[in-house]
């Protein structure tokens, strides 16, 4: 089993960045294939962007893409999402999540580890 906790959320302005982290413990972190998802007030839990075990492969979301980053840090047992030109449409609680099982590539993945969750607000 693998422990996830995240950090980094914030409030910040439309157009600002973001850097959110994810730390794992328990099982060996390169084992798994991570990814970051977010529920808006109101709306359902949504894919952001998921990373392969060894972070040489990486998937977003279109809402994101050229805009968002996912890296991870093996030796650290770290996943970050790095967000850029943040718009208010990107508010949200921001989870992270863990899995062995299929894809990393959403949807075909099998996230079976959640976070917390980080609250994200992005201000007009």
């Known amino acids: 089993q693998v422990q996830l906790v995240e950090s980094g959320g914030g409030l910040v302005q439309a157009g600002g960045s973001l850097r959110l982290s994810c730390a794992a413990s328990?099982?060996?972190?390169?084992?798994?294939?991570m990814g970051w998802f977010r529920q808006a007030p109101g709306k359902e839990r949504e894919f952001v962007a998921s990373i392969s075990w060894s972070g040489g492969s990486t998937h977003y979301a279109d809402s994101v893409k050229g805009r968002f980053t996912i890296s991870r840090d093996n030796a650290k047992n770290t996943v970050y999402l790095q967000m850029s030109r943040l718009k208010p449409e990107d508010t949200a609680v921001y989870y992270c999540?863990?899995?062995?099982?299929?894809?990393?590539?959403?949807?075909?993945?099998?996230?079976?580890?959640w976070g917390q969750g980080t609250l994200v607000t992005v201000s007009e």
């Open positions: 328990g099982r060996t972190f390169s084992s798994y294939y």
């Open positions: 999540a863990a899995g062995t099982s299929g894809s990393y590539y959403y949807p075909a993945s099998r996230f079976e580890y």
